[in-house]
């Protein structure tokens, strides 16, 4: 049988634990890290063992960050009045980087998922409502994915809001809208999405 | 401008420089690692530090190894009369897992490539003539990539051994078959391919 030297073997089941890795690419990144020099290696590994130890996730929004409070949260000059809530850090990202949202986020760090055991209490949702009790914030925009789990995490935070929440009742809760990707065709649409698009139709 | 977090960014980087990793990809192994448990990211530190100090290159055969020689080179019960010729390390591991060949092999870490500005000096092609000459090996078999650049470090090897080395002039060169790969369909070949599987046709 083929066996491989011990090291690389290692480095190899390494990067196939990461998701979207398959076998063969893990293969190929193992012997192309063989051929780099020793201090990019070094590097890369004290990378990795850097990432825990310098990071923590924000009191408040919980996205990850270098300081307590992050650097949104700790920015006043931001609109105290809308709150956006995001699945992931990686989410914050891309609104960071659309550049238009001018609000504060939170993040939830999941969604309920009842087929994978993730319920309301295993997701940062207390603390969303805590946050919601107290606070100037006027509008709420889910920015959940559009799937089953998604839509179900938003009605239930709409549900909580409307009917248990008293301090958050005047609270507007919003979401992104639905409707056809910029730059895709309508023959390529699925159904669901046009129907969205075509309810959500604006005059113009 | 979003910002992430330095030691987040750090990693993202480190993963970007993979060949194949691009920056969407290499941000969200970024995210994930986030989230791992610190004695994952530890151990896949310690496996990429550990990669260049555990192995080297076989004095022999040049492949990867923990061992000197490697632990191929070091099996006496392999047919001492073929050596088969790849380009990288990880061709080696594909024949093995093959099963099917018994012989040694001679890794080049490379080919010929003057575009590149890579030369016959610069692969491990002396070493190979040396151990030609003295050697008990009568069947070469040339498993490079059958492209240009593959083609013509054939093409070098072959008229090296044919009018230069006088110990090894009796050795039989030989090349890997071209032709449909198993599964294909005629339909999809190219007309090079489908003009090597005609040249190549074999009676039944």
Redesign the interface.
């Known amino acids: 049988?083929?066996?491989?030297?011990?090291?690389?073997q290692?480095?190899i089941?390494?990067f196939e634990?990461?998701?979207?890795i398959g076998s063969k690419?893990a293969?190929?990144?193992?012997?192309?890290?063989?051929n780099v020099p020793?201090y990019?290696?070094?590097?890369?590994?004290?990378?990795?063992?850097?990432?825990?130890?310098?990071?923590l996730k924000c009191s408040s929004c919980f996205n990850?960050?270098?300081t307590e409070p992050c650097?949104i949260c700790s920015n006043r000059s931001r609109e105290q009045e809308t709150l956006l809530v995001v699945e992931?850090?990686?989410d914050?990202?891309n609104f960071?980087?659309m550049?238009r949202y001018r609000g504060y986020y939170h993040i939830l760090h999941g969604r309920i998922d009842p087929l994978n055991n993730i319920g309301p209490d295993d997701i940062y949702l207390s603390q969303l409502f805590k946050r919601l009790s107290n606070n100037k914030v006027t509008e709420l925009i889910l920015a959940l994915n559009p799937d089953m789990e998604g839509e179900a995490t938003a009605m239930y935070i709409t549900k909580k809001i409307r009917e248990e929440l008293k301090d958050a009742k005047h609270i507007k809760v919003t979401r992104l809208a639905h409707g056809l990707p910029v730059g895709a065709s309508i023959e390529f649409a699925d159904e669901i999405t046009l129907g969205r698009a075509l309810e959500g139709r604006r005059e113009l």
């Open positions: 049988m083929a066996k491989l030297p011990k090291p690389l290692n480095v089941d390494a634990r990461l998701p979207g690419s293969q190929r990144l193992g012997f192309y890290l063989v020793e990019e290696l070094t590097k890369f590994a004290d990378a990795l063992v850097e990432l825990k130890r310098g990071t990850i960050s270098e650097y992931q850090p990686i914050v990202l960071e980087k550049g």
